[in-house]
Nanobody
């Protein structure tokens, strides 16, 4: 059974940092690319970042480029999203998702091919 479990969300002040984690079981990160997506209140879900299984190449949506960093630890079956210089507009539920497509993050920031999803972790940026 495939499971993706996000953790690490919470309340953080503007300008602060937070690292959210995605613990993966049932699939091998050597063959699955992982994306981070978010859904803010009243808005559509959107892609934040993606890391490719084949070469570890990373992708970021423009809104988060330079502030967020995606990384993975295959030995721990985990993918992380380090979020710095957080803003109130970063408030959202953050989801991780996995795709086994050989094209990896090709469709990012879209979610085409993301076959498995976690339930999300809430990040609230507020003073």
């Amino acid at each position: 059974q495939v499971q993706l479990v996000e953790s690490g969300g919470g309340l953080v002040q503007p300008g602060g940092s937070l690292r959210v984690s995605c613990l993966v079981s049932g699939i091998d990160l050597d063959y699955y690319s992982i994306g981070w997506f978010r859904q803010a209140p009243g808005k559509e879900r959107e892609g934040v970042s993606c890391i490719s299984s084949s070469d570890g190449r990373t992708y970021y949506a423009d809104s988060w480029k330079g502030r967020f960093t995606i990384s993975r630890d295959n030995a721990k079956n985990a993918v992380y999203l380090q979020m710095n210089s957080l803003k109130p507009e970063d408030t959202a539920v953050y989801y991780c998702a996995a795709t086994g497509l050989s094209s990896g993050c090709r469709y990012f920031p879209g979610d085409f091919g993301m076959d498995y999803w976690g339930k999300g972790t809430l990040v609230t940026v507020s003073s």
